[in-house]
């Protein structure tokens, strides 16, 4: 739904999941890949991976970067707005190289008790790993 008018899209107009299932679809078939490949590159559910591509859902945060670093761009390229892919995401993931390990740096606004809930998981897993 267009929700600065209030209606729907007409049949020549794309909303902005229909321009990212387009990017990702393209990408994915670019890389010769299916999207069982995609979801299972991405560690993503296949059935989620669909969605993104027949424009239903349009993913945010950490399944966002997943997705693009299986289609080997950055998130923001993926961004429907072109003028967004220049911009630094606010969540960046850096994967280990045998993917065992994440890095995860956030510079975005969260509400008070979602934010506490990461720092008490971080704090919870260096205590259990001795970091």
């Known amino acids: 739904m267009n929700m600065d008018s209030g209606r729907l899209p007409g049949p020549d107009e794309q909303t902005e999941k229909d321009v990212f299932a387009k990017k990702v679809y393209r990408l994915m078939l670019a890389k010769g890949m299916n999207q069982s490949e995609l979801a299972r590159a991405a560690g ?5 991976v669909s969605a993104y591509v027949r424009g239903l859902a349009f993913p945010t945060g950490l399944k966002l970067a997943k997705l693009a670093q299986a289609l080997g761009v950055k998130p923001g390229d993926l961004l ?30 969260l509400p008070t008790a979602v934010g506490t809930e990461i720092i008490r998981q971080i704090g919870e897993h260096a205590i259990a790993h001795g970091e």
């Open 80 to 109: 429907p707005d072109e003028r967004l892919s220049d911009s630094p995401p606010p969540v960046k993931v850096v994967f280990s190289a045998d993917h065992q390990r994440v890095r995860i740096t956030v510079d975005t606004w």
């Open 44 to 48: 993503l559910e296949r059935n989620r």
